[in-house]
């Protein structure tokens, strides 16, 4: 018999269970995390990877099950609890005050904080042993993207964690700081940290998870060595079929429909960007791309694309050569521009209306009102086809935009424009946190609306994205745009360099 002690996993979910009124978030989860050991957490949006997260770390209280940390039974009362027993969390949407320092925002989360010198001195210390260098006394708000991540991160490993939970982590990342972040937790995994990572890029799940368990409506259905499995062989895990390849066919671009002339737009919000000298075009028939880190100037040139921002710059805004920087969102909808802004919950959709309602926001001259009166009949039926043919998870037109998923709120928000049969479709973020199906899904609408002539322009910081439905790229940089590239003259690592560069628009 052999005697040796095998010590338990750091972490073991047994049976865990979480009911809403609408849906069963979690049925029964087992999941078994090792010492050092980097496991990846799969599935759909909506297959309960966040709610099982939000248990672990006190944030949600689970109906039924047991949480077994280093072999004992515990109740995780609060994320307060689950961070005095060692587990830390860094959530897909930071959390951070921008008018405050590194520290100042470390310290309000430290319940006995050392003085403001021994914490800047330990913020210095613990960032540059992992390679995630951040000075303590600068604003959050001169960060970037991938910056304020670090801080996330060290904010966490102050706390000496012995499990780290990552939700989406890459999402707003340059390659070349996706690579540094890795190198950064496989240091933590071979100093004994335990890492939960979330994510939807299967790559990165292969490139470095050592385990990964698969979970689909709320139950887990399979496990894998990622290392061992093809990105095509997890996807069908995930989603139970094949996830087919965007197809991308060679096209001459028809008339420009959306262009932007030297156009100039000042900023005096605390943080905003001031827009210089934007040059675009976009024709019918063609997809262009705008990457940039976070925090570029993308919200502004949104703005001022959709209306949102009246310009009172210089340049001008125009729409299949009508000059419209003077009107409004509404006036420059009926001549044929639609658009899906980055925030889904607020300005894609009302989150306590229901999805019928939300597409007459958009829709009020699509059928939707007749002689000054709302026509329910009509804004159920178009809610029940963009339901239906975006694939949908809900429980029908009249369900409310706040009790669907991240990914299937985008899905319907995206089909609503779709359906609006716009001439110019402008996009921003289009699958930040959507599962790989629902992506390419997304994204191959977007190439079917380029085929039917339509000029599509997307804002995003997926350059993957970017790479597979794009025509033309250019990078946004500190409120400057750089000359578009055809897709084939460059790649992705010229443009993640362009991205973090602080003269990119000379190059």
């Known amino acids: 018999m052999d005697s040796r002690i095998i010590s338990p996993p750091l972490l073991e979910l047994r049976g865990i269970s979480k009911s809403y009124p609408a849906v069963k978030a979690n049925d029964r989860v087992d999941l078994s995390v090792g010492r050092g050991e980097i496991h990846a957490l ?28 280093q072999g004992q039974e515990i109740i995780v009362e609060n994320p307060a609890q689950a961070r005095r027993l060692g587990i830390g969390m860094v959530f897909q949407h930071f959390a951070l005050f921008e008018s405050l320092t590194v520290a100042e925002n470390i310290q309000l989360s430290i319940d006995q904080p050392p003085s403001k010198q021994k914490l800047s001195n330990r913020i210095t210390e613990i960032s540059e042993h992992y390679g995630l260098p951040i000075a303590p006394d600068r604003l959050v708000h001169s960060m970037s993207v991938g910056e304020r991540q670090r801080v996330e991160i060290v904010r966490c490993l102050l706390q000496n964690p012995k499990l780290l939970i990552m939700d989406e982590p890459t999402s707003v990342l340059t390659p070349q700081a996706v690579l540094s972040l890795f190198e ?19 790559e990165e799940i292969r490139a ?8 689909r409506a709320g139950r887990v259905t399979g496990s894998a060595i990622p290392k061992e499995e093809t990105s095509g062989s997890l996807a069908r895990m995930m989603t139970g079929s094949i996830i087919p390849d965007c197809k991308l066919t060679p096209r001459t671009p028809m008339n420009v429909e959306l262009a932007l002339r030297n156009v100039s737009q000042p900023n005096d919000e605390p943080f905003g960007v001031t827009l210089q000298n934007i040059n675009l075009s976009v024709r019918g028939g063609e997809i262009v791309g705008i990457a940039g880190i976070s925090g570029n100037g993308q919200k502004e040139l949104m703005n ?49 209306m229901a999805l019928s309602h939300n597409a007459l926001l958009t829709g009020a001259g699509h059928n939707m009102v007749k002689w000054g009166i709302i026509q329910p009949l009509a804004m159920r039926i178009f809610a029940e086809q963009v339901i239906a043919k975006f694939k949908v998870s809900c429980s029908g037109p009249t369900a409310l935009a706040s009790s669907l998923s991240g990914g299937n709120l985008q899905k319907y ?36 609306l380029r085929e039917q002539g339509v000029a599509v322009l997307v804002i995003s910081e997926e350059l993957d994205e970017l790479f597979m439905i794009c025509d033309r790229i250019a990078v946004l940089n500190q409120g400057q745009l750089s000359e578009t590239t055809p897709i084939h003259e460059t790649r992705p690592e010229k443009i993640g360099l362009l991205m973090s560069s602080l003269n990119s628009a000379s190059t």
């Open 208 to 215: 470095l998870c050592s385990k990964a368990t698969v979970m």
């Open 42 to 69: 799969l599935g759909e949006n909506g297959a309960g990877k966040s709610t099982l997260m939000k248990i672990v770390y006190g944030a949600v209280k689970p109906d039924a099950g047991k949480i077994l940390w």
């Open 184 to 202: 950064t937790l496989r240091r933590l995994a071979d100093e004994g940290c335990s890492i939960l990572y979330i994510s939807h890029k299967l």
């Open 413 to 448: 928000i995206v089909g609503r424009e779709i359906s609006l049969a716009p001439k110019v479709m402008v996009v921003s973020q289009p699958t930040w946190g959507v599962d790989v199906g629902s992506s390419m899904m997304i994204r191959q609408a977007l190439i079917d």
């Open 304 to 352: 001022i694309i959709s209306g949102e921002t009246l310009l009172n710059g210089s340049g001008t805004v125009e729409i299949s050569s009508e000059i419209v920087s003077k009107l409004s969102p509404d006036e420059r909808r009926k001549r044929g521009l639609n658009f899906v802004p980055e925030e889904r919950l607020g300005r894609g959709a009302v989150p306590q």
